[in-house]
């Protein structure tokens, strides 16, 4: 035999017992169970203040155009302290088009905490 051959030889054995190594490791396993609940925390945001226009206010949603922006409209429903106090408006008459107002709500939210503003006379 050559110095080739035995080279080549020597490299095909050293392929077949890594192989073999190979076939003969277990299987990677999860390190997590299955069966157990995935759990998260929900982090708190950030309460700010908006200052709006309304485009249109009922007993489900309020749909307003921020003070700023006129091109930013945000959809947002009711707290249980917002509802309380969009049924007393509502039942004064309600918020109009146009009205100023300013809105108490979560950062990343749609609910709207407390709704801060006088409606105007209804039409």
Do not use: C
Not at 30 to 36: E, G, I, L, N, Y
Not at 91 to 100: E, I, N, S, T, V
Not at 113 to 122: A, H, T, V
């Amino acid at each position: 035999m050559t110095k080739n051959n035995l080279r080549w030889m020597r490299l095909a054995g050293i392929a077949l017992a890594f192989a073999a190594f190979a076939a003969a490791a277990p299987a990677a396993r999860a390190q997590v169970d299955p069966s157990a609940p995935v759990t998260t925390r929900h982090l708190k945001g950030k309460i700010l203040w908006l200052k709006a226009e309304v485009i249109h206010a009922d007993n489900h949603e309020l749909i307003v155009r921020e003070a700023g922006n006129e091109m930013a409209v945000h959809t947002f429903t009711y707290g249980p302290k917002a509802e309380q106090q969009i049924e007393k408006v509502i039942a004064a008459g309600g918020y109009q088009r146009g009205d100023a107002i300013k809105i108490h709500y979560e950062s990343g939210q749609t609910i709207a905490l407390e709704i801060k503003g006088k409606p105007s006379r209804p039409i």
